[in-house]
């Protein structure tokens, strides 16, 4: 993900995928039976986290955050939450839908997952830590956004070793970013206003220093019970459930997706729970068969490629609904 103020317009982003329709399971759950939410609904947030907010107004109506707010973590001035180092335009406009969609399946019986980035401070996404000795002409000690690489002066070194890294490199559409979400910081904690209820399921994803992973099925249980994200070192989420295995445990049929970033986490993690991310060749958690991305409570990078992802999804037996109330959005699923 990208210091996104200003946006940047990433091009070349090729999205492997092909065209599926919905399974005659899925198109079963269609019409007024659809719309009720139950235990077999998963709702799903990507990546809400401080980093890659916007700067966020304190709420003048008396709402408390869900943790005290440090005086680092405020913008100069102290009436905003502060941008993070990978800011996504307009993220500040959907804290309010997802607290909605999660009031939503709390009154309803539904089950709430959730994804942290989680990375150590000398991960492989960052470009200050594949810049130096290896890429001298690219060097960037304080961290930037690199990319899409490879660009001269860079050179394979010094790279995550996951799949889709590999994929983006040779595709020469493969980004590195400021450092961002590194656990145990404030920058890698939920946005401070969102209510993830005590009993989510959290899944936290890119510990491993060698390997990045934009979708949150690359990604195990938080060992941390609430509020998920302060503690947990990379050995001991080693090992841990996958979301795969968390969503067939718990019976979901149906998954309902918001968050960050349209183009990147929120992307990678609908394909990958449609079967449909050639780069990861990830099958589709067991007896999951409907996936809805709810546009209006997600955020994308730059709209050339959250475009070509919401085209990836919808090609890949995906439903993308713009209705920001979660119940006409349900209904608008339905309806699909």
């Known amino acids: 993900m990208t210091k996104m103020a200003p946006l940047l317009l990433l091009a070349g982003m090729a999205i492997g995928c092909t065209a599926a329709p919905l399974s005659g399971a899925a198109a079963s759950l269609s019409g007024a039976a659809c719309t009720p939410i139950t235990a077999s609904d998963g709702l799903f947030i990507v990546d809400t986290q401080n980093d890659f907010m916007e700067a966020y107004p304190l709420p003048s109506t008396g709402t408390k955050p869900q943790y005290p707010i440090p005086r680092a973590g405020l913008a100069p001035g102290g009436k905003a939450v502060a941008a993070g180092s990978l800011a996504v335009g307009n993220t500040s406009q959907i804290v309010v839908p997802i607290n909605a969609w999660i009031e939503h399946f709390g009154a309803s019986g539904g089950r709430v997952?959730?994804?942290?980035?989680?990375?150590?401070?000398?991960?492989?996404?960052?470009?200050?830590?594949?810049?130096?000795?290896?890429?001298?002409?690219?060097?960037?000690?304080?961290?930037?956004?690199?990319?899409?690489?490879?660009?001269?002066?860079?050179?394979?070194?010094?790279?995550?070793?996951?799949?889709?890294?590999?994929?983006?490199?040779?595709?020469h559409s493969l980004m590195q970013w400021p450092d961002h979400c590194v656990h145990g910081s404030f920058g890698s904690r939920f946005q401070p206003f969102l209510r993830v209820p005590a009993n989510a399921t959290v899944i936290k994803k890119g510990w491993d220093?060698?390997?990045?992973?934009?979708?949150?099925?690359?990604?195990?249980?938080?060992?941390?019970?609430?509020?998920?994200?302060?503690?947990?070192?990379a050995l001991q989420l080693k090992g841990r459930a996958t979301l795969s295995s968390l969503l067939a445990a718990q019976g979901i049929k149906r998954l309902w997706v918001v968050g960050i970033a349209t183009d990147y986490c929120v992307g990678g993690t609908v394909l990958d729970a449609l079967g449909k991310n050639e780069d990861t060749k990830r099958p589709a958690p067991k007896g999951l068969k409907l996936v809805v991305m709810a546009e209006a409570s997600t955020r994308a990078v730059s709209t050339k490629t959250g475009s070509a992802m919401i085209a990836a999804i919808s090609a890949a037996g995906g439903v993308v609904v713009k209705a920001v109330d979660p119940a006409a959005a349900i209904a608008e699923a339905c309806a699909k």
């Open 209 to 233: 220093g060698t390997i990045d992973t934009y979708s949150a099925f690359g990604g195990t249980e938080s060992l941390q019970a609430y509020p998920f994200d302060t503690s947990d070192a």
């Open 113 to 171: 997952f959730a994804s942290l980035d989680w990375h150590p401070a000398q991960h492989c996404s960052f470009c200050r830590n594949g810049t130096a000795a290896s890429n001298p002409s690219g060097f960037q000690p304080k961290g930037d956004v690199c990319g899409p690489l490879p660009l001269p002066g860079f050179n394979s070194t010094g790279r995550c070793v996951d799949m889709v890294a590999k994929a983006d490199y040779g595709k």
